[in-house]
């Protein structure tokens, strides 16, 4: 029990390192550091196997250095192919130094799992280094090409994109294949960029790469094309999923499985007490689902049960549409935003128009037309100055975000000033499950079978509380809330499963338009439409033009579900910058070639530091 005690104690020790970013690690470029010239020869042999050899001229920067290391990924997980990790054993590693630096080397490989990199550390840690060195290092890689349909492919992160690396003043790269280079292409940028580099196969067929300047953190990734047949190993080299637990480390499970079935059998009927007395909406007794007591009649409540048929209603509840998307699942999503903005236009606050096949944008019309806090919140964030006739363009890029997140907000506190929830939805505990996933990965990695027989015996009533965790996510709501919740459920069922010859409506009542928003909240748009074109062909409802929408070609080419979709779009925050890891990239079935490539895309990487 000490020595578990100590090993547990030794988990909440590295979580703490871990945070504060303290944990021994691979080694990272010092300040001040520039690579003057780096030049890269790539030999692809008929075996396969990659010869490289790379001559770095290294300018350190202020401080005493005793040499640099040099990064190799050695393996990460494939994309294309589930379950298999792709590995480039390195081999036949050899460091000189023309400028008689210290070439002593040690290899050390970091990483775990399915990502490892193999670090080789050069000099004499014994004696320091003058202000500038040249190396080379050179060294055989094996797993490294690719088949493609016509032609096979050396597809290589040449410089591996990597924050802390120094900047490069002159790279040079050249990769000799078999039967000569059929074509060259070249990446630069953080990972993911499709920024492009010279490339070129010259008169010897050698495919050379004058990339130039290279930027702290920049990675490069070169494309070489090889005709088939020419390379014997040809394929990349997988292993299975390299994070999957060894029969080792399932040592000792027998002893502890009574232990197991105990918690295993308990936590869920213990969760199950739980939900039941907490979990559950409230309801008015006696009451019928979607009614609540007139003229401030008091009336019981209890939880509901979840087998109380809900009725079919034939027209939505009285309030706004966006309020209603988020009674009834607790989130709120573009699908809100999208009914709002066509529930504006129905009501001839805007007008949508079609700006080609699938780009729309929208124009001011009436802003007199705002009725509820929702449309005082989202039209001024869409139209700052609600000046009549501007229009935006639902094709620019994030053009609904920000007006969105207003929409979000006052949706919010509307439905919670109303008292609809007892307890409010919530986003699911991100950082809790972050956090619990680090504590599993660190008890594996760090405790081996021990920690791996904690992560076993305590699954069960993690997971139970990840499922009511989950399902407190919709929130609980109050007797009133779910009265209201009833409504807008029973006229979902009715959006969904009404057809042509069933259509109910008032004389002079455009449906379609007035039940819209409705449908594309529910995420019924496209069904919602198809029945009105239904009935409209047999005579249920008459045929109309709808004043809101102005179409191109024209009203029959309208497409409900398109426009739904491309203002959700349009909701949607603008796109991160991309990630500097190397990652896998398009995995080993992807190709520089075709447009397809993009720095950090391809197998392998190098990096370089000083120390």
């Not at 000189?96 to 040690?106: D, K, L």
């Not at 074109?533 to 080419?557: D, H, R």
Request: aromatic residues 8%; hydrophobic residues 40%; charged residues 20%.
């Amino acid at each position: 029990m000490r020595m578990l005690a100590r090993r547990v104690a030794a988990v909440a020790a590295i979580a703490m390192l871990a945070l504060l970013g303290l944990t021994p690690g691979i080694a990272r470029a010092a300040d001040g550091d520039v690579i003057n010239a780096y030049t890269i020869d790539y030999v692809v042999n008929d075996s396969g196997v990659v010869s490289v050899t790379a001559t770095i001229d290294y300018q350190f920067g202020p401080g005493e250095r005793r040499g640099i290391f040099y990064n190799i990924t050695t393996r990460e997980p494939d994309p294309d192919r589930p379950g298999q990790d792709m590995v480039f054993p390195i081999k036949n590693v050899r460091v000189e130094s023309p400028t008689g630096a210290p070439t002593q080397t040690s290899e050390e490989d970091f990483g775990s799992g399915r990502d490892r990199t193999k670090q080789i550390r050069i000099g004499d840690p014994n004696r320091t280094v003058d202000r500038s060195e040249t190396y080379i290092i050179s060294y055989e890689v094996e797993g490294a090409i690719r088949p493609q349909d016509t032609f096979d492919e050396f597809y290589w992160d040449a410089i591996a994109p990597d924050p802390d690396a120094p900047p490069i003043r002159d790279l040079t790269i050249s990769a000799r294949v078999p039967g000569g280079a059929r074509d060259a292409s070249c990446f630069i940028g953080a990972a993911g960029s499709k920024q492009t580099c010279p490339a070129q196969v010259d008169g010897d067929d050698i495919a050379r790469f004058d990339v130039g300047e290279v930027p702290g953190g920049d990675g490069i990734t070169i494309g070489v094309m090889i005709g088939q047949g020419l390379v014997a190993d040809n394929q990349p080299h997988w292993e299975p999923d390299g994070s999957q637990l060894t029969p080792s480390q399932l040592t000792g499970l027998g002893a502890i499985g009574a232990a197991f079935a105990v918690v295993a059998v308990g936590s869920p009927l213990i969760g199950r007490a739980w939900w039941r007395r907490n979990g559950r909406d409230e309801r008015f007794v006696g009451l019928p689902p979607g009614t609540v007591p007139t003229g401030g009649a008091a009336a019981a409540v209890a939880p509901t049960d979840p087998k109380i048929q809900i009725p079919v209603a034939f027209a939505p509840p009285k309030i706004p549409v966006g309020e209603g998307g988020y009674v009834i699942d607790g989130k709120i999503t573009g699908e809100e935003t999208a009914a709002t903005l066509v529930d504006l236009a129905v009501r001839g606050a805007v007008r949508i128009r079609a700006a080609g096949p699938r780009e729309y944008d929208v124009e001011l019309v009436d802003p007199a037309k705002m009725a509820t806090p929702e449309d005082r919140a989202f039209l001024p964030a869409l139209f700052p100055g609600l000046r009549v006739g501007d229009v935006i363009d639902l094709g620019r890029t994030a053009a609904l975000h920000r007006p969105s997140q207003a929409l979000d907000s006052v949706i919010t506190s509307e439905v919670h000033r109303h008292g609809w929830f007892k307890t409010p939805p919530r986003a699911g505990g991100l950082a809790g499950i972050a956090v619990l996933i680090f504590a599993v990965v660190a008890a594996v990695i760090f405790l081996g079978p021990i920690g791996f027989l904690a992560v076993v015996v305590l699954a069960p009533p993690l997971i139970t509380v990840m499922v009511i965790n989950h399902k407190l996510g919709r929130g609980v709501r109050t007797a009133a809330g779910r009265a209201v919740t009833d409504q807008v459920e029973g006229f979902r069922t009715y959006l969904a499963t009404a057809e042509a010859r069933q259509l109910r409506f008032e004389e002079g009542q455009d449906i379609f338009s007035r039940y819209l928003p409705w449908a594309i909240v529910f995420n019924l748009a496209d069904r919602w439409q198809g029945v009105c074109e239904e009935a409209m062909k047999l005579g249920v409802i008459p045929q109309y033009t709808p004043t809101w929408y102005v179409g191109s070609p024209g009203w029959g080419y309208f497409n409900a579900g398109l426009l739904a979709g491309s203002m959700q779009s349009a909701s949607a925050p603008p796109p991160p910058p991309p990630s500097t890891s190397s990652g896998s990239g398009f995995g080993s079935g992807g190709s520089s070639f075709g447009g397809g490539g993009f720095s950090g895309g391809g197998g392998g990487g190098a990096s370089v530091g000083s120390w």
